[in-house]
């Protein structure tokens, strides 16, 4: 039987034009997506300090598939198990449980969200809690938009987040 250590993250690195992704498991499943090297908005490093990464391709390819599968039209849901033992409060793991129910190529508002959650106004809380999102595109917080004129932040900018959206939009209308 293999080592588990709940401390050690299986990573490998994708070339997905325009960017080079980062994806990184637990033995649980996905704990991280974002850029390789992204000094800019965060690292994986910034959500899993002190941790040991060990690069390990084979580990991560299931994942790696779907995602290339994503930006390529052929998904338009994940299936693979991602971990969220290290996520935030339980406020912000019911919004990531959330964004997962919104459909592909649909958006919905901060204020949207925050009143299906607990039907309160808690709009900063939830642009918080979508903001912690470690596991981008598979938890699509890219679909979460301030309104319908502006998207708002995002981890990999807001002009990655609406290269997303209408990159879903375009597959969508290709597909109808």
């Known amino acids: 039987m293999p080592f588990s250590d709940p401390n050690i993250y299986y990573y490998d690195n994708v070339e997905i034009k325009p960017w080079t992704y980062q994806l ?28 040991m990464m060990v690069h390990d391709p084979e580990r991560v390819e299931p994942y790696v598939k779907q995602l290339k599968e994503y930006f390529a039209g052929t998904r338009k849901k994940f299936t693979l198990p991602i971990d969220y033992g290290t996520f935030g409060t339980p406020f ?5 449980e959330m964004i ?10 901060y204020g949207d969200l925050a009143s299906a959650i607990n039907g309160s106004t808690s709009v900063r809380a939830v642009a ?12 699509p917080s890219h679909r979460v938009i301030l309104n319908d004129k502006q998207v708002g932040g995002y981890r990999m900018g807001a002009k990655e987040k609406l290269r997303l959206i209408n990159l879903e939009k375009g597959y969508l209308n290709a597909n109808s």
Do not use: C, E, R, W
């Not at 912000?92 to 990531?96: H, L, T, Y």
């Open 128 to 139: 918080h809690a979508v903001a912690l999102n470690p596991n981008l595109i598979f938890v």
């Open 92 to 96: 912000q793991n019911k919004v990531i």
């Open 24 to 51: 990184a498991v637990s033995n649980t499943g996905l704990a991280f997506v974002g850029l390789k090297d992204d000094n800019k908005y965060s690292s994986i490093y910034t959500f899993y300090p002190n941790q």
């Open 100 to 109: 997962q129910k919104i459909p592909y190529g649909s958006t919905v508002t």
